[in-house]
């Protein structure tokens, strides 16, 4: 696939999904730039990269203000002077029933989950509209079909579908693509919190029977964000194991 020698910006990229997203893409010769809140996972993230023979950069930010998401733009630029490719990673939960959800609970959510994609987009996007090249891979999730316990995190990864789908529209005469990645459980630090119970239980609610792995899903980000994905644009690509064909 072709990513070798574009400069690729991974938000959320310290380690879990993101970070299996920059290593696929440095693995096909990008030049990555990865971000996080917490310095020391991201130093250590990129010590990694390095250490693989990557050329990488990053930038300690909180994409979820407009501040952190033009500092981590500005800052890939500094490093390798421009953007070509932007995967919108950055994501949290924080899970309860919608009669004991907080008002912070909801805003937490949104803003990490959905405004940052927003933010960090707008922020690329004149780059690529520059230049009259882009790819914009949004990581959505199998949640957005609804989950009980999840108002707010499906809320936010339906919002990624339709901002998207939106984006595609918007930046299409640029030839800029957008398009959303949709995985369902993946086998990261998050899900490895849970209770052992819960992850069996999770578990036996995949078609497939497993688990995914954050390499299946970055690989599914590194065709989108090819030079050969240049005629799809506006698409939602699941990698849920079949977790998304019925209710579940």
Known sequence: MGVAGRVAVVTGSGQGIGLGIARRLA???????????DEERLAKAVDALV???A???????DVSSGEG?????????????TVDILVNNAGIARDKWLVKMSEADWDQVMNVNLKSQFLCTQAAAVLMMEKHHGRIVNIASRAWLGGAGQANYSASKGGVVSFTRTCALELAKYQITANAVAPALVDTPLFRG?????????VATIPVGRIGGPE???????FFAADEAWYMTGQLLYVCGGRSIGAS
Request: charged share 25%; glycine share 10%; no cysteine.
């Open 69 to 81: 998401a033009r500092s981590l733009i500005e800052g890939a630029v500094s490093a390798f002077g």
């Open 27 to 37: 693995a096909g010769g990008a030049k990555v730039v990865l971000n996080d809140v």
């Open 51 to 53: 250490a693989d023979g």
């Open 194 to 202: 849970l209770e052992e119970e819960v992850q069996e239980r999770l």
């Open 55 to 61: 050329e990488a950069s990053s930038v300690a930010a």
């Open 216 to 222: 299946e899903v970055a690989s599914a980000v590194a």
